[in-house]
């Protein structure tokens, strides 16, 4: 069974910029979730997706970030503009459902630098 | 609201040896307990879980850990550690209503010497 897989894996951008990262979550998982770990820190949940809608994104910087889910499937994380402290590993994670007991499988992250 | 400590940030030990991270909780009512490993480069993985039931649990890669009520704790152990056990160690809370949001500690980078 694949995994949940995300790209680019590295991206390095200008303040002011924006960047998207897209995620590819496990086959057949309706729960989708945004997570953003700052070196040093555990993992911030940003947002939620069951299937196509937004479950929670009550931690997401909407004035910056913004994430979709259209076909609820796939999914896209965007900043716009970027600035210095977004730098971190931006991880994608599915479950099967959005119950408690689901298990979260995460990707691999993409590690992004704002310079 | 939940939040989960890790008291330490980086712990080394010898190739052999036993090994216990600590983690506390806080949490209103019976919580739900992840422990997730971290690789350099790689994504989170699950070790164990605890939901309810025997509340000594059994995971992947020779790990356990126990949960204790009284002391908001689920301490994470392996009693004999190998060189690729090196890594970053989360502890995770569920969250109090029905949807799975994870609260994670700061993690604990453990070092392995040969």
């Known amino acids: 069974e694949a995994g949940v897989a995300q790209s680019p894996r590295y991206k390095i951008i200008e303040k002011r910029q924006s960047v998207a990262f897209w995620c590819n979550p496990i086959s057949g998982h309706a729960t989708l979730y945004w997570y953003q770990q700052i070196l040093g820190q555990g993992p911030k949940l940003l947002i939620q997706f069951q299937n196509n809608g937004v479950v929670d994104d009550s931690q997401l910087p909407k004035d910056r970030f913004s994430a979709e889910r259209l076909k609820g499937v796939d999914s896209t994380l965007k900043i716009q503009p970027a600035k210095l402290e977004d730098s971190a590993v931006y991880l994608c994670a599915s479950s099967l459902d959005w119950g408690r007991t689901d298990t979260q499988y995460f990707g691999p992250g993409t590690r992004l630098t704002v310079l | 609201a939940q939040s989960v400590t890790q008291p330490d940030i980086h712990i080394t030990v010898s190739e052999g040896a036993s090994l216990e991270l600590r983690c506390n909780y806080s949490y209103g009512a019976t919580p739900y307990l992840f422990w997730y490993v971290q690789s350099p480069g790689q994504g989170l993985q699950l070790l164990l879980k605890?939901?309810?039931?025997?509340?000594l649990v059994q995971g992947i890669k020779g790990f356990e850990a126990e949960f204790k009520r009284s002391q908001s704790s689920f301490n994470l152990r392996k009693p004999s550690v190998h060189w690729s056990d090196a890594a970053e160690y989360f502890c995770a809370v569920g969250n109090t209503g029905t949807a799975s949001k994870l609260t994670f500690g700061t993690g604990t980078r453990l070092q392995v010497t040969l």
């Open positions: 605890y939901f309810s039931g025997d509340t």
